[in-house]
């Protein structure tokens, strides 16, 4: 389970970051565990801590690049990836020389940016049989195509749909969406996130046992 923002150091004291709070991605783990099931949640900075289980492995991240390498020294040894973090799409390039500090005397700066690799396309790649389902988060009016696309794109096995007027909300709005085109949504929504968590681990256990049994 990944949650939470990454933040892309602009100098030693300053990042580029988001408004992901982390809250969905740490309700998920919480019902993995309370369900018994081993769960490592990978977490990123500014995120509510979670409650301690003696199911749950609580590991930190502040950049894409440490959420990359945790992914690929973690992924190998689960069944189930629900990568809901948030990750950058771009980060600041910082050349060779750079100061460890902007200051403001120094006058007006620009700041390049350069693109994060695809961390959820990359895992793709990584032999494995597990159930892979990732987030997507994007204007109400392009959030079908648009979560589609990065099902499709990524090589998933499904995607939760979440329009972007809930970010940092209580409530969730959520459609999972599956490979095979099967759509599904809980009873009601906009829904709690804690319960819509319940209903997504569900739904989620249920893909990878099928998966299995039909390999």
């Not at 199911?55 to 992914?71: K, N």
């Not at 319960?195 to 249920?206: C, I, T």
């Amino acid at each position: 389970m990944t949650a939470g923002p990454t933040w892309e150091p602009v100098d030693e004291v300053r990042f580029l970051g988001n408004r992901s709070s982390g809250r969905l991605g740490v309700a998920i783990a919480h019902a993995v565990a309370a369900r018994g099931h081993r769960i490592t949640l990978l977490r990123g900075p500014a995120t509510a801590e979670p409650t301690p289980s003696p199911h749950l492995t609580d590991l930190r991240f502040q950049t894409a690049s440490e959420l990359d390498d945790l992914l690929h020294r973690h992924w190998p040894s689960h069944d189930v990836l629900v990568m809901a973090a948030a990750v950058a799409d771009f980060r600041p390039k910082r050349p060779e020389g750079a100061p460890r500090k902007l200051r403001r005397s120094d006058g007006p700066r620009s700041i390049e940016l350069e693109p994060v690799p695809d961390l959820l396309a990359g895992i793709a790649e990584v032999p494995h049989a597990g159930t892979r389902i990732g987030f997507a988060l994007e204007p109400a009016e392009e959030l079908a195509a648009g979560a589609l696309r990065k099902l499709e794109t990524k090589r998933l096995h499904a995607i939760v749909a979440n329009p972007l007027e809930t970010m940092d909300a209580d409530r969730i709005d959520g459609t999972l969406m599956h490979a095979d085109g099967t759509t599904l949504r809980a009873d009601r929504t906009p829904i709690e996130k804690p319960v819509f968590a319940d209903w997504v681990v569900e739904r989620a256990v249920e893909l990878h046992r099928r998966r299995i049994r039909e390999t």
